[in-house]
């Protein structure tokens, strides 16, 4: 009984989540997600240089709180471009939007 109601949710909750959502979102192929990736490798390369430029320009001391909130901001960044990343991977998983076929992307 609770393996049908389980698989029934599934059903229920992949219905429900394509309705909503494949309306909303374009009809992707995987050159599409080209520059989604290179804009959240230049978050990650942002967050990365900060900490480095700040360890070169504390020489080891403790950093301003200034300094620390712009780390922060570019690590709320990245975090958020890599959580809204894996949201769009796993709506693409279960299959709740259309996507095309397509060639690999070109990388510039």
């Given amino acids: 009984m609770k ?3 389980l698989i029934e949710l599934e059903r229920i909750r992949k219905e ?3 309705e909503v959502i494949n ?3 374009p009809e992707l192929a995987l050159a599409d997600l080209a520059p989604l990736l290179t804009m959240v490798a230049n978050a990650r390369a942002d967050y ?3 900490l480095l430029d700040l360890a070169q320009t504390t020489e080891g001391e403790a950093p301003s ?3 620390v909130n712009e780390l922060r ?3 709320i960044i990245f975090e958020e471009l890599v959580t809204a990343t894996n949201a769009l ?3 693409i998983q279960r299959e709740y939007m259309d996507v095309k076929d397509s060639q ?3 990388l510039a």
Avoid: G, S, Y
């Fill in 48 to 50: 990365v240089k900060e």
């Fill in 73 to 75: 901001n570019r690590r």
């Fill in 89 to 91: 991977e796993t709506v």
């Fill in 3 to 5: 393996k049908r109601l």
């Fill in 23 to 25: 309306p909303l979102v």
């Fill in 65 to 67: 709180l200034e300094r």
């Fill in 16 to 18: 429900i989540n394509r």
């Fill in 104 to 106: 690999k992307p070109k």
